[in-house]
């Protein structure tokens, strides 16, 4: 009885640890964002604002051009999400559903280029963009983010295309569909879960992506949100604006966490599809 007693406590402390490494910041950021300047650097620090103010996010959505990297990272890291859904889905349907030479090895390439690292390709594509004229535009970022979001989209749908029974193929074919009517009004109703999960972390990823964004755009007209915030100047070139740099970082990431949390089961759902078997 005492040692259920000690393991369960030992549970709860190792637990309360973890939610405290990993919501702390999230805290500090938004505290943060509600101090006057003059207390941000006070001591002694205080884990809560002796006085509340939104002055930072009025100063930061007062700010047009933090405005405009909002609209740019919606363009951006929907645009990608959206293309790599459409193409993943009908590669991934090959890869489950289709035998051919190679495959296995192509699979395994697909999921060797998700973890390329970006700055082995950033230079190539730096020549790429400005060489086909797209520097500083949507394109140049969305086809750039393509780069990790379309395997990782590919190498999902694929596991969870592989669970859903080859007999509704066998039926539907029989009753005279096509294979794109297959895929269309067959698999991808069936495949919801699975890019619910990939379509959300992939535009999670392409929302928070830093290195491609700042080497390919030049000024606001595609700047998105994490260069936006990173280049906050203060009054001075020796005043780091910390209150608009916690109030922004708290505009962008919020909202995509409550995206997150509302869709967490989907995206269990989603990732553990093809667990079992692949």
């Known amino acids: 009885m005492v040692q259920r007693i000690l393991s369960r406590a030992a549970f709860y402390i190792v637990l309360a640890i973890g939610l405290l490494y990993i919501l702390f910041p999230f805290y500090w950021m938004i505290v943060n964002s509600l101090k006057p300047s003059a207390e941000l650097f006070a001591t002694p620090l205080s884990y809560w604002p002796r006085q509340l103010t939104l002055d930072n996010y009025r100063a930061v959505l007062a700010d047009g051009s933090f405005v405009r990297s909002i609209v740019n990272s919606l363009i951006v890291a929907g645009g990608a999400t959206i293309l790599s859904l ?19 090895v192509t699979l395994y390439t697909i999921l060797g280029m998700s973890t390329f690292p970006q700055i082995a390709v950033l230079g190539g594509l730096f020549t790429l963009a400005r060489t086909l004229g797209i520097y500083n535009t949507y394109w140049a970022l969305i ?24 007999t509704l193929d066998e039926a539907a074919t029989i009753d005279g569909a096509s294979p794109a009517q297959l895929l269309w009004k067959v698999i991808i109703p069936l495949a919801g879960p699975g890019l619910v999960a990939t379509g959300l972390l992939s ?23 994490p260069v936006a915030v ?16 916690t109030a922004a970082s708290t505009v962008v990431t919020v909202p995509v966490v409550l995206l997150a949390l509302m869709f967490q089961k989907r995206i269990v759902e989603g990732l553990t599809s093809g667990a079992v078997k692949g």
């Open 86 to 104: 459409m193409l993943s889905s009908m590669a991934a349907y090959a890869l489950a559903r289709y035998r051919f030479a190679g495959k296995q």
């Open 143 to 166: 086809l750039s983010y393509m780069i990790f979001t379309l395997p990782f989209c590919v190498w999902v749908l694929t596991s969870f295309i592989k669970e859903i029974p080859d």
């Open 203 to 225: 535009f999670i990823n392409a929302w928070n992506e830093f290195l491609f964004a700042l080497t390919l755009t030049a000024d606001n007209q595609a700047r998105t949100v």
């Open 230 to 245: 990173a280049l906050f100047s203060g009054q001075s070139e020796h005043e780091l604006p910390w209150g608009k740099i």
